[in-house]
RNA sequence: GGAGAAAUACCCAAGUGGUUGAAGGGGUCGGUCUUGAAAACCGAAAGGUCGUGUGAGCGGCGCGUGGGUUCGAAUCCUACUUUCUCCGCCA
């Protein structure tokens, strides 16, 4: 959501910004919200004007009345009564005009960053760098459910039983596995000075309708019933929900924040639920970075934060790249965003993995994330987030990098704490 | 889950229908005293948000949140949220 002054003073710069997100529709847009915002303000100055003037007749007959002035009191409020009938009417107006800003604002996509290459659409989004060295396999890698059921570690026949598709049991090792990997990716993120947070899975419709748009709402979201609850789809809404409405004295920042939670997702629509393993999946658990800080130091959040994620796979012997969101691609809350992609040496390709963005204030504006500087000057903070680690997705790229020719799966020495010291799981 | 009490500015707190942006404290800032500080005393300012105006300013909204009653609401009604106390249940 950006700022509606820079539609008042500079309506060319959104447009042309709309235009190199290749959504021509929405040009129209600008103008259309420009108008009812004059109209609006326009319709504000006599509101108040009438309101004034209400207020202060208002007080008059206090003053007749303890004077004992019945009269001309009574006269008065006839006349105040009429009033209060334009008003109200006025009123009616001013707050239609109010919510159809709003939902203009709320679709008029955010000013991409100058570095953002300009793009129709995901087929041209840019890698920008490889890292880690692929190791080529000489043997046929198998799918990875094929992997996990090697070890006994996954049956998503009784999920599906239990639950329907888009569930799993993870067992013994893998399960073991799992979990390592959240331990040590939270470990690595206190390490990075993050501080770590275990927030509510579940939140209440304002904070969802706070945090995501109504589409997203319908394509993503469990409600429970009866409650006013909905599960979290990623502990990036409760971790921003958290800060919804506050004015943090600017000294405080960075806030660097990690979360733990699962994440629920319906994902109605896009590409489905795929039928045959956990790449996309209802239910998953994810180690997640937040980083609220000031507009300055954004862009350098930005870039530490995606990078903190290719580190923390190569530690894990899984080569990334990382992919830039292209204009057209990005979402439009976004200013900046990528995605990390992990190696896949059985499809061989890479895919994603993580996905970090920087919202700049657009998210702040929109839920008053407020920053205090010394001078007692207000401003909007600028908001990032990304993904440490997603399993059981980030597994896939796991097992397949690490898996041994006699069905073996090596741990890297970063994880083996966390396995109980083994360096290696063997088939069972 | 049941019963009761409560929510006022940075904090504490007064205020039950009529100049209440809201008494009084604390805190903050300045001063006196002091080598410096504390204490004490004297004094001062500001307090959210939106609109409007070149500007000093003017005005709207605003006392947990949303509705309502009224000429007028911090004050009355209503729903919700949260906190506290007691009872019940439970990892």
Redesign the pocket.
Known sequence: MIDIKLIRENPEIVKDNIRKKFQDDKLALVDEVKKLDEDY?NL??E???L??K??????E???L??NGLKEEAEQ??QS??TM?SQIEELEATEKKLEVEIRNIMFTIPNIIDKSVPIGKDDSENVEVERFGEIKEKNFEIPYHTDIMNNFNGIDIDSARKTSGQGFYYLMGDIARLHSAILAYARDFMINKGFNYHIPPFMIRSDVVTGVMSFAEMENMMYKIEVE?LYLIGTSEHSMIGKYIDTITPDIKMPLTLTSYSPCFRKEVGAHGIEERGVYRIHQFEKQEMVVICKPDDSMNWYEKMWRYSVELFLSLGIPVRQLECCSGDLADLKIKSCDIEAWSPRQQKYFEVCSCSNLGDAQARRLQIRLQGED?K?YFAHTLNNTVVAPPRMLIAFLENNLNEDGSLDIPVALRPYMGGQDKILKK
């Open positions: 303000r504000r100055v509101v108040d004007e309101r004034a209400r207020n202060s007749g208002a007080k007959i206090g003053k009345l303890k008065l409020k105040l009564a209060g006013d007692g207000k």
